[in-house]
C-alpha cells in the first residue's frame, strides 16, 4: 500500500491545520490501523494519534489530547488529522502509517507502511 500524506504548510500559533493521508495501490484499507508520528529537527519520531481499523477507537499523544483529532473515511481510503489551537512545538514533518495487525499501538517499528511526510511550521 502507498500512502500520500498532504495538507502541511505555516500556520500561526493558535491555528488549525487538517492533515489528510491517502491510500492506494493494493490495499484493504479497512484492514489497517492507520497512525500519525511526527518528526522535528534533531529529535525522534514521535507517536502522535492513530485509530482502529472501523474508526471506533482513537489513541493520542498525552500532550496533544483536546488539541488533535485523528478521523478516516475507509469508502475513500483516507485518515486525517484535524490539529487545532498549534503551537510552535508542533511543526514537525508529519507522517502517516499504516499497521496490518489489529491492535493501535504508538511504536513506530510495528507500522509497515509509511507516507513520505508533510511538513508542519508554526510560527509564534
Known amino acids: 500500500v502507498q500512502l500520500q500524506a498532504s495538507g502541511g504548510g505555516v500556520v500561526q500559533a493558535g491555528g488549525s491545520l487538517r492533515l489528510s493521508c491517502a491510500a492506494s495501490?493494493?490495499?484493504?484499507?479497512?484492514?489497517?490501523?492507520m497512525g500519525w508520528f511526527r518528526q522535528a529537527p534533531g529529535k525522534e519520531r514521535e507517536f502522535v494519534s492513530a485509530?482502529?481499523?472501523?474508526?471506533?477507537?482513537?489513541r493520542y499523544a498525552d500532550s496533544l489530547k483536546g488539541r488533535f483529532t485523528i478521523s478516516r473515511d475507509n469508502a475513500k481510503n483516507t485518515v486525517n488529522l484535524q490539529m487545532n489551537s498549534l503551537k510552535p512545538e508542533d511543526s514537525a514533518v508529519y507522517y502517516c502509517?499504516?499497521?496490518?495487525?489489529?491492535?493501535?499501538?504508538?511504536?513506530?517499528?510495528?507500522?509497515?507502511?509509511w507516507g513520505k511526510g508533510t511538513l508542519v511550521t508554526v510560527s509564534s
Open positions: 502509517a499504516a499497521d496490518q495487525t489489529m491492535a493501535i499501538r504508538t511504536t513506530a517499528l510495528y507500522y509497515n507502511y
Open positions: 495501490g493494493r490495499t484493504f484499507f479497512s484492514t489497517y490501523v
Open positions: 485509530i482502529s481499523r472501523n474508526g471506533g477507537s482513537t
